[in-house]
């Protein structure tokens, strides 16, 4: 079975504060992704990775970063937190090749005061 | 640019009766589909997918859900809802392109199930 972990299941910041979010997978899976869930908006991807040192922007990438040094390791940085980016945060690995399934892990609930 | 939509954020059956999710995408290249489920404070897991192969795809849970290219439709169904199908279930398209194979999500709805 994959294995998706998450470093946190439930965060809480101040704003300004610099936050990490891990996330480890054991399936050898050269594709990462981080998503941000909200109520009614679904899941919106923030950065991805194909490959380790690679990483390419999603759809909402303003006042994230991420870093991928080790293929089973991919994580996301808020530079400075802010309350906006309250939220479920979901990270997803995949096999390379197209119709594979994105795995997720359980999700950090980030709370920034 | 690929799309998803999920119509009705809630949906509300009674257990034994029939579940269906609707959900039509938008793609400029023939998609690959999926449905996932969520359960409280957890990740997402895959109920189901298309890639081109049957219409009808079978899932998890007793779960399917039929690709209908004219429609340009990826319902969800089940004949008869249990009480653990409550959750939050959402469709997602890929177009198979680009380095990571991206997925574009639908915004979800969530099932109710009530005695």
């Known amino acids: 079975d994959v294995k998706v972990t998450q470093s946190s299941r439930y965060l809480v910041k101040r704003t300004g504060e610099k936050v990490f979010l891990e996330c480890v997978q054991d399936?050898?899976?050269?594709?990462m992704f981080w998503y941000r869930q909200d109520p009614g908006l679904g899941l919106r991807l923030i950065y991805f990775?194909?490959?380790?040192?690679?990483?390419e922007k999603g759809d909402i990438p303003e006042g994230y970063s991420v870093s991928r040094e080790k293929k089973e390791r991919f994580s996301l940085i808020l530079e400075s937190a802010s309350t906006n980016q309250t939220s479920m945060y979901l990270c997803a690995t995949k096999k390379l090749g197209s119709t594979d399934t994105q795995y997720f892990g359980p999700g950090t609930r980030l709370t920034v005061l | 640019a690929q799309s998803v939509t999920q119509l009705g954020s809630h949906v509300s059956v009674s257990e034994g009766a029939l579940v269906l999710l609707r959900c039509n995408y938008s793609s400029s290249v023939p998609p690959y589909l999926f449905w996932y489920v969520q359960y409280p404070n957890q990740g997402l897991q895959l109920l189901l997918k298309?890639?081109?192969?049957?219409?009808l795809v079978k899932g998890i849970n007793g779960f399917e859900a039929e690709f209908k290219k004219s429609e340009t439709s990826f319902h969800l169904t089940k004949p008869s809802a249990h009480m653990s199908d409550a959750a939050e279930y959402f469709c997602?398209?890929?177009?198979?392109?680009?380095?990571?194979?991206?997925?574009?999500f639908g915004t979800g709805t969530q099932l109710k199930v009530e005695l």
């Open positions: 990775s194909y490959d380790v040192k690679m990483k």
């Open positions: 997602a398209v890929s177009d198979g392109t680009g380095g990571g194979n991206k997925l574009t």
């Open positions: 298309y890639t081109s192969a049957a219409t």
């Open positions: 399936m050898d899976h050269e594709n």
